[in-house]
């Protein structure tokens, strides 16, 4: 690996940011899914904020994603072939083939957030109403998240195919850790917004939790796995500020303390704090430590 590779020049609030959206966006719609078609009307709660999370947050994303190209303008060309205009798909670029995921996954999201919406009554002169039934729901539900969780690793997968060497060195392991990262995130937006909405289900759905807690520790076993993977050229994730993202804010805050409290708290019935406040503060973290995993990684493979 030549160290001379040149730096790509990635912003954070940008690149990481468009990572860290995407992936909340896609692992919350997947456990929508999920609960969709295996947990019934017991679910249904946990289906219906994950479809109503997954559509705002990735409409936030192109935006992020345009701004950090070179030339902004020409963005529709990962879409559209120059020349002609026409539809193209370039399988040589992840950035195109990502592009197209992107459309995709939103068109799928924009369906399970309107018929959210026509099925509780909120949006009575949807034109498709007399389209939606059962069926079909689960059909573009299924279809969406093969297309989030794509969205969801090809940003990992991008970061693998350059030839920067942290990012290099790490393949195969980004995409996959970026997508376990994504079901934890996407599992603690659902929670907040539950909670939020006070829509939380007693005594509990082990499920969900279940899910979780194994998300969580994915993502742990493959962050410890990539460092090793990368032997040393995993030096800027030992150092300075990257070193505090990523090992104290999302390996540390983001997934070891939250698994750990969820462990203990399964274990004793008399917990210090109120048992509703604490897994929010939890899910915070989770969502922090999120973040900050996308941060220290985009930061990493550019220094010098």
């Given at each position: 690996m030549n160290p001379e590779v040149h730096i790509p020049g990635w912003e954070w609030y940008y690149v990481a940011m468009y990572f860290f959206i995407g992936g909340v966006s896609a692992g919350a719609y997947f456990i929508g899914t999920l609960a969709e078609l295996f947990g019934g009307e017991r679910h249904r709660e946990i289906s219906r904020t994950g479809f109503y999370i997954a559509f705002p947050l990735i409409l936030l994303t192109p935006p992020l994603l345009i701004a950090d190209l070179g030339?902004?303008?020409?963005?529709?060309?990962?879409?559209?072939?120059?020349?002609?205009?026409?539809?193209?798909?370039?399988?040589?670029?992840?950035?195109?083939?990502?592009?197209?995921?992107l459309l995709l996954f939103g068109g799928m999201a924009f369906l399970s957030f309107l018929d959210n919406l026509v099925s509780e009554g909120?949006?009575?002169?949807?034109?498709?109403?007399?389209?939606?039934?059962?069926?079909?729901?689960?059909?573009?539900?299924?279809v969406g998240s093969i297309a989030g969780f794509f969205v969801a690793g090809y940003t990992g997968v991008i970061l693998n195919v350059t030839a920067r060497p942290f990012w290099a060195a790490t393949d195969p392991l980004v995409g996959a850790l970026f997508i376990a990262s994504a079901a934890s995130t996407g599992a603690a937006a659902i929670y907040l917004v539950m909670a939020w909405r006070k829509q939380l289900a007693d005594p509990g759905l082990p499920g969900f939790d279940l899910f979780d807690r194994l998300a969580k520790v994915l993502e742990l076993l493959l962050a410890v796995g990539m460092v090793?993977?990368?032997?040393?050229?995993?030096?800027?994730?030992?150092?300075?500020?990257?070193?505090?993202?990523?090992?104290?804010?999302?390996?540390?805050?983001?997934?070891?303390?939250?698994?750990?409290?969820?462990?203990?708290?399964?274990?004793?019935?008399?917990?210090?704090?109120?048992?509703?406040?604490?897994?929010?503060?939890?899910?915070?973290?989770?969502?922090?430590?999120?973040?900050?995993?996308r941060i220290s990684m985009v930061h990493a493979g550019q220094v010098q």
């Open positions: 030339r902004p303008e020409r963005f529709w060309h990962l879409l559209f072939d120059a020349k002609n205009g026409f539809p193209f798909f370039n399988f040589q670029s992840p950035l195109s083939v990502g592009s197209w995921a909120r949006f009575q002169s949807a034109p498709f109403a007399k389209a939606y039934s059962r069926i079909p729901r689960k059909w573009y539900a299924i090793v993977l990368a032997g040393k050229y995993a030096a800027p994730l030992m150092t300075g500020i990257t070193a505090v993202m990523f090992w104290g804010g999302a390996v540390l805050l983001g997934t070891l303390l939250p698994l750990a409290a969820g462990w203990y708290a399964t274990r004793t019935a008399a917990i210090p704090v109120p048992a509703e406040r604490m897994a929010t503060v939890l899910a915070v973290l989770v969502l922090v430590g999120g973040a900050l995993l």
